[in-house]
């Protein structure tokens, strides 16, 4: 099908407000009147609350009113999956993040000082941080049901087999940091009583009907009477999909009456919101002399802190992907996903493919290894297609990218010059050539799209056109900076064969908007898109009826429900998908073996979305999720010690900056159509980061002959490493 | 209650001090103070330093020093062209520390003020023998910057004593000279270690009067004679350049924090000084291959 | 205690005062209603609040504001040229893909603005040197860089 708006390099809708700073964002908004709010959060990672006294807090100059668990009218308690985490904690605090009291003053001055004023009388109890010990029964629980969230055993075939076939069998364990989203707005919004007596919170959740419905849970209010938007959010990567501060600026205004604004400082950001789960993860998988998989035995242990959040479905998509793109007869994998009091973990960019993703990816580079093989033609020779049985046995039925992306990084530039390429020392002073290595390295990945088998994953969209050809498409998604509202005008434009510029999207608000559904998953293109497209359908369907009729009407509205097709067997809460994103990345790094220090040079993405809708956001999307791969691979570990976070800022919570991401990216789509999808695109802002850390981490091995098996990977590391090794290359 | 004063003139700043009030603080630029409002909120008077006009300028003393105001900030020490010429090594460090932004409003004085141990400007400042000028009622002294930092935020600034400016003595003759920093990634950060070094430079390939300094691998910044024996008077060769760096990795005495690990530390003051004088070997010796050509040419 | 202060703020005069331990980034976004400025860690390592004082790039998070008084203040919304039409730089990084979720833009169109300011011509280098100051999440910098690089393209062959 040839495109004229989609598929073309258009200029973002919204960067315009945002280069000229118009464009409002949470922590923008203000309202006369409104009162600052600030949470007065745990000062120990796990205690008995004893007393709590506010009388203090509530005398101070500026206070208005200090609200305690006893104000919380309805259910004391929320969560995306289970509603454990307490609003307001009464009795116990379970990670520093916990909140005890949230006060509201007439400036985020006296709120913060009056905080500083509320007297909680702790009891401290045993920590739990060690997840090997959240697995013994004999361990104090942090949740009634114990202290293991969710476990996972799957086999296919069979693994003793699969090892007696193979002739070489690679066997390692894998440790995974805690990363934070570190989006560069903080938690922030603004909630009010609008003139119908509707409790309004405009803030940057990810999916505004999902918090409506917790708002009004916890606030014993009907939903119709609480109306959420979230139009416009500096970045979120999953960060912002639990509540943040939803809910605690409800709960002000609906006691106070008073408009309420909350932003969250940076320490309290790093402190308070989920992270990308930790992870240890031991593999052992084997190939035949021909260099045929043969088997992949996994073992996950997955730490989701003091709330579960995703933390089940985290755990169960780590499963799904622990075997990659790859045809594997014999597969056994168990993981378990426990509570401890470090921090929190939930939803982020890659949802557990991007921790299953370092292991399965370092062991395909291992093997080809030890078969002598080129590990591309090494992974091409065991990929999966349509119609294979996947890791866990289900059969990918939908059109599968990860053949073509792996032929296109073979024949790509970085690949084939690879030898040539690495030799290069004419950047650095002749002294010191003999210093520095460079390195070649390859991974491959997929990404389900959507929430898989067992979660209602629906998106409705209302399509109306105006007077003057001017078309409104109302979405309930998130703006996050992923380019989505974009893509949907562009589809629009595109089906209903107007200028784009006719096309406005009204964005993220349960008062005007349908629900769409959640802006995760890689899903919104895919599911926005086709519902949109089926609203559009309709609206044209109408027409053709009225113009046989005689009859015509310039405003005409359509809604339309899309709901994204899944496996028809479940195996476990979102688990498996039926769709999937591909890719495979090539890196290039130099290390410089007298100070240790990594560089990644060059990167090559190989991604299969289906169509690229906007190929100016695709490049984006790749380049970000290239950089923030980076950054776990090499920079980024959130620090705790005994429940207690170590680096809750930017001078120790290492970001890569702009000297750090290579100029040399280059992102080549391969546009494997899938049939279902909204003129055949799906979605690529996770697959994009998946593999970007293995590629690295194989590079490294190529560039220095060492294995790193722990991220962050730091000079520190390569420095002791190399003192280690006794064959040092 | 919080006052600020915005003093025009130097006298009046050590009025101000010799009166001894207590929680004053002094700020220039601000980049240490403002994120701190703990610091703030403790503090009864605040003495802005940004517009006392003896505090600015670069330019020679009557002693035919250079003479850097305490409240130039570190964009202004990298631009100079005087910097640029007679203690580049100092415009190599200050242009490491922080940001463009950071380096626009930060300033030399605060720097020392600060007297953190990974500080940028410090090793540089050292291996220059610059000296602090600290005015006060009873006239200025000098101490060198050796003397002047005592300890992780520790100087040996009196209560009414302002740093007044930093003295650089000149030096003639072809120098060289380099300032290498290990941080936790490319862009702008904090030293895990850093290492200064200058020296001049002979057409026989040797190094004289060498000076070599290291940031953060000990409670303030430490000069490295052992290094600088080993270097000094030598034709430089990288057998040289490894026993120096071996000096310096055995003057660290370094520790584990958030940044990095002692022995890293300790490592990598070595490797940064292999670098650096690795950089300056290999451009003496393009240098001599250049004179040699000439000279055939000639001939 | 407040202060008084006067200066020039995108062109125009502002008379105002202030108390005097505020920083400029609350002076903008609280008193003046200038929510452009961002706030992203509030101790100078991501760039989000840049702005230009006297021409130099600075973090308003870091700026007193008592200090402002006298000087010559750009915001993100002085950046524009009159009759709400784009500048240059402001225009690039719409075309080549600079902007994701905006949070740091304002921030990183102010660093380049001073850059191009003093280097009409920078290199790829030059370029990320001078954004080392401003954290991006979502971009990867590339883009970015693409649009500085198309703006000072652009503003020279104006001249």
Same mark, same amino acid.
Request: glycine share 10%.
């Given at each position: ?39 007065? !959060? ?8 004893? @007393? ?21 009218? #309805?259910?004391?308690?929320? &969560? ?31 709120? !913060? ?24 029964? =004999? ?5 009634? #049901? ?10 296919? #075939?069979?693994?003793?087999? &699969? ?188 949802? &557990? ?18 078969? !002598? ?59 010191? =050539? ?62 209903? &064969? ?23 998953? @890689? ?5 926005? #898109? ?179 098996? !722990? ?19 | ?5 915005? *003093? ?69 020490? +990298? ?46 400042? +050292? ?145 940064? *000084? ?26 | ?33 200038? /929510?452009? /400025? ?11 609040? /840049? ?98 690089? /198309? ?9």
């Amino acid at each position: 099908m040839k495109c004229t708006v989609v598929g073309k390099r258009v200029e973002r809708k919204d960067a315009r407000a945002k280069v000229t700073g118009e464009t409002i964002y949470p922590s923008d908004r203000s309202r006369e009147g409104m009162l600052w709010v600030v949470a007065v !959060r745990a000062a120990h990672p796990h205690a008995r609350i004893l @007393s709590i006294d506010t009388e203090r807090a509530a005398a101070a100059a500026g206070v208005v009113r200090v609200l305690t668990a006893r104000d919380v009218p #309805g259910e004391n308690a929320f &969560g995306i999956q289970f509603h454990d985490m307490p609003v307001l904690c009464s009795d116990r605090v379970r990670y520093l993040g916990d909140v005890v009291a949230l006060v509201g003053a007439e400036s985020r001055r006296a709120a !913060r000082q009056a905080a500083a004023l509320v007297a909680v009388d702790y009891q401290p109890l045993a920590l739990l941080t060690d997840p090997e010990q959240a697995l013994d029964p =004999a361990t104090p629980a942090l949740h009634p #049901g114990g202290n293991i969230l969710h476990e996972v055993h799957f086999h296919k #075939g069979n693994i003793s087999v &699969g090892f007696q076939k193979s002739a070489v069998i690679v066997e390692r364990s894998y440790q995974l940091p805690m990363m934070d989203h570190a989006f560069l707005e903080t938690e922030a919004g603004l909630s009010y009583f609008d003139e119908n007596d509707v409790l309004c919170v405009e803030s940057c959740g990810q999916y505004i009907y999902r918090d409506r419905k917790q708002i009004a849970s916890v606030l014993g209010l009907a939903e119709e009477k609480i109306r959420v938007s979230a139009e416009m959010v500096g970045g979120a990567f999953g960060g912002k999909d639990d509540i943040t501060v939803q809910i605690q600026l409800a709960l002000m205004t609906y006691v106070t009456g008073r408009p309420a604004k909350m932003v969250a400082s940076r320490e309290e950001s790093i402190v308070a919101h989920s992270k990308r789960h930790p992870a240890s993860m031991w593999f052992k998988t084997g190939a035949s002399k021909s260099g045929k998989l043969m088997a992949v035995e996994a073992r996950f242990l997955s730490d989701t802190g003091a709330y579960a959040s995703l933390g089940g479905p985290v755990l169960n998509l780590m499963a799904e992907h622990a075997a990659g793109p790859y045809l594997v007869p014999h597969v056994k994998v168990d993981g378990h996903v426990v509570y401890t009091n470090n921090g929190f973990s939930g939803a982020f960019r890659g949802f &557990g493919c991007t921790q299953a993703c370092v292991g399965i990816e370092s062991q395909m580079d291992l093997m080809a290894r030890a078969l !002598r093989r080129d590990p591309l033609a090494f992974r091409q020779a065991n990929v999966l297609h349509q119609g294979d049985a996947a890791g866990l046995g289900y059969e990918m039925k939908t059109a599968v990218g990860a053949e073509p992306t792996i032929r296109a990084a073979r024949a790509g530039k970085l690949y084939r010059q690879r030898r040539r390429i690495k030799k290069d020392r004419t950047h650095v002073s002749p002294s010191l =050539a003999p210093f520095i290595r460079r390195g070649v390295g390859v991974a491959s990945q997929m990404q389900g799209l959507g929430l898989g088998v067992g979660i209602e994953d629906q998106a409705e969209v209302e399509v109306v056109l105006g007077p003057g050809g001017a078309v409104r498409v109302k979405v309930g998604t998130t703006e996050i900076g992923q380019g989505a509202y974009t893509a949907y005008a562009q589809m629009t434009a595109e089906r209903l &064969g107007v200028p784009l510029e006719q096309v406005e999207i009204v964005g993220a608000d349960t008062g005007t908007c349908p629900d769409s559904g959640a802006t995760t998953a @890689s899903r919104t293109t895919y599911a926005v #898109g086709n519902a949109i497209l089926l609203a559009i359908a309709k609206l044209e369907q109408r027409r053709s009826a009225w113009a046989a009729q005689g009859t015509g009407r310039e405003n005409l509205s359509a809604r339309a429900n899309f709901t994204v097709p899944t496996q028809d067997r479940q195996l476990g809460d979102g688990l498996p998908h039926l769709l999937y994103s591909y890719g495979t990345h090539v890196v290039l790094v130099e290390v410089n073996t007298l100070t240790g220090e990594i560089s990644v040079e060059a990167v090559e993405a190989y991604l299969d979305g289906g169509r690229v809708v906007s190929p100016l956001g695709f490049e984006g999307q790749s380049e970000g999720g290239i950089a923030q791969g980076i950054g776990y691979t090499l920079f980024e570990e959130v620090l705790l010690d005994r429940g207690r976070f170590l680096n809750t800022n930017f001078d120790t919570y290492i970001l890569p900056s702009s000297k750090d991401v290579p100029t040399a990216i280059h992102t080549v789509p391969i546009e494997v159509m899938e049939k279902s999808g909204p003129l055949g695109a799906k979605g690529i802002s996770e697959t994009c980061t998946v593999g970007v850390a293995p590629a690295i981490l194989n590079a490294l091995e190529d560039a220095i002959g060492i294995r790193f098996v !722990r991220l962050p990977v730091r000079a520190e590391d390569v420095i002791l490493a190399r003192e280690e090794s006794p064959h040092e290359s | 209650m919080l006052r600020i004063l915005r *003093l025009p003139a130097l006298d009046q700043v050590i009025e101000i001090l010799s009166a001894q009030e207590s929680e004053t603080l002094l700020m220039a630029g601000g980049t240490d103070i403002l994120p701190r409002p703990a610091a703030l909120a403790s503090t009864r008077l605040l003495i802005d330093l940004s517009q006392v006009a003896e505090l600015q300028g670069i330019a020679l003393d009557a002693e035919g020093r250079i003479r850097i105001g305490a409240a130039v900030t570190h964009q202004e020490i +990298v631009d100079h062209p005087l910097i640029q010429r007679k203690a580049q090594l100092l415009s190599m460090a200050c242009s490491s520390i922080g940001s463009v932004q950071i380096r626009n409003l930060g300033t030399i004085g605060g720097n020392l003020a600060n007297a953190s141990p990974a500080a940028d400007s410090l090793p540089a400042l +050292v291996c220059l023998a610059a000296e602090v000028a600290l005015a006060s009622p009873r006239g200025i002294r000098f101490l060198p910057v050796s003397a002047f930092i005592l300890g992780p935020g520790r100087t040996a600034r009196a209560a009414d004593e302002l740093i007044e400016s930093v003295r650089i003595p000149v030096v003639t003759g072809r120098r060289v000279a380099f300032f290498k920093k290990a941080g936790q990634r490319r862009g702008m950060c904090c030293a895990k270690a850093s290492v200064a070094m200058c020296a001049h430079r002979h057409g026989d390939g040797r190094l004289t009067k060498p000076r070599v300094a290291m940031g953060a691998v000990a409670a303030t910044v430490i000069s490295v004679p052992a290094a600088e024996r080993v270097l000094a008077d030598r034709v430089l060769t990288m057998a040289v350049i490894e026993e120096a760096a071996a000096a310096c990795c055995e003057a660290a005495q370094a520790i584990d924090d958030i940044r990095s690990t002692a022995s890293y530390r300790r490592h990598v003051v070595g490797a940064l *000084l292999t670098e650096g004088l690795a950089e300056i070997y290999d451009h003496m010796q393009d240098l001599a291959r250049r004179q040699a050509r000439r000279r055939r040419r000639r001939s | 205690m407040k202060i008084d202060l006067s200066f020039t703020l995108n062109g125009s005069p502002i008379n105002t005062s202030v108390a005097v331990d505020r920083r400029l980034v609350d002076l903008l976004r609280d008193e003046l209603d200038l /929510t452009g /400025t961002k706030i992203g860690c509030e101790e100078g390592e991501c760039g989000a609040c /840049t702005v230009l004082v006297d021409g130099q790039a600075v973090n308003s998070c870091l700026f007193p504001a008592p200090e402002v008084d006298g000087k010559h203040v750009i915001t993100i919304e002085g950046l524009g040229e009159s009759d709400n039409r784009l500048s240059e730089l402001q225009q690039a990084f719409v075309d080549q893909g600079g902007i994701q979720c905006g949070f740091c833009s304002p921030g990183m169109i102010l660093s380049a603005r001073a850059l191009l300011n003093e280097n009409p011509n920078p290199s790829q280098d030059e370029i990320r040197e001078a954004l080392g100051g401003n954290l991006c999440r979502c971009t990867g910098y590339v883009q970015i860089v693409d649009s500085i690089q /198309t703006a000072a393209a652009r503003e020279n062959s104006d001249d």
